[in-house]
């Protein structure tokens, strides 16, 4: 098994700009998550999903971020309009589902993201 | 709330040394805990939780529910240790995790 995968592993872009950062979580894993992490705050949940459907967004930091799962086996977070400041490591992780006790997250490499 | 706190960022030991990375946290029921650490440039990966009960690469970490700590330690430092390490914790219900804000650890040689 390859793991989470992302993709780009980095984005470098203009403020202004469309980013669109991509994962495919590990086959079977029925939930999903996006973190950012940065020098000050650490490792941010953004949005998590289960089973395609988000669960819990309130991390979202505004109207600027969107994410989608539109099948099992892929999920995109976007921001529209970038920003400085979003500039950050963004990471992808999944988890099998409840029932066998809580099951820990495998994470994929990142997605370093610059906005200049 | 839930809440996991690493109070220290940054912590530097010379190898040899014992080490200790602090981890709290608030919650009411009964949480799982999880050390995941982060080397240079890699992707976060899981050292240990506490319901396995294990020594990896020779960290422990003991729940101590009457302190709400669950501190990672480590009695001799070696140059590979120097990482992020993330403390987390999971709820009964519900896959979502809750990070601290890590601490970096540096072993001078």
């Known amino acids: 098994d390859a793991g989470v995968i992302q993709s780009p592993r980095h984005e470098v872009t203009e403020m202004g700009q469309e980013v669109t950062l991509r994962c495919k979580p590990i086959?079977?894993?029925?939930?999903l998550f996006w973190y950012r992490q940065t020098m000050m705050r650490g490792l941010e949940l953004l949005i998590y999903?289960?089973?395609?459907?988000?669960?819990?967004d309130s991390g979202m930091p505004e109207d600027r971020f969107s994410a989608k799962m539109p099948n099992a086996s892929f999920s995109t977070l976007k921001i529209q309009p970038s920003e400085p400041r979003d500039s950050a490591v963004y990471f992808c992780?999944?988890?099998?589902?409840?029932?066998?006790?809580?099951?820990?997250?495998?994470f994929g490499d990142g997605t370093r993201l610059s906005i200049l | 709330a839930q809440r996991v706190t690493q109070p220290e960022k940054l912590l530097s030991v010379f190898k040899g040394a014992p080490v200790e990375l602090k981890c709290n946290y608030s919650?009411?029921?009964?949480?799982?805990l999880f050390w995941y650490v982060q080397y240079s440039r890699q992707r976060l990966q899981l050292l240990l939780r506490?319901?396995s009960r294990e020594s990896i690469k020779g960290f422990t970490a003991d729940l101590n529910k009457g302190e709400t700590s669950f501190h990672l330690k480590k009695p001799f430092a070696q140059e590979e240790d120097s990482a992020m390490y993330y403390c987390?914790?999971?709820?009964?219900?519900?896959?979502?995790?809750?990070f601290g804000t890590g601490t970096s650890l540096t072993v001078i040689p």
């Open positions: 506490h319901i």
């Open positions: 086959s079977g894993h029925d939930y």
């Open positions: 999903f289960n089973n395609n459907v988000p669960i819990d």
């Open positions: 992780a999944s988890s099998p589902s409840l029932g066998q006790a809580r099951r820990p997250q495998h």
């Open positions: 919650y009411s029921g009964s949480p799982e």
């Open positions: 987390a914790l999971s709820r009964p219900t519900g896959n979502q995790f809750y």
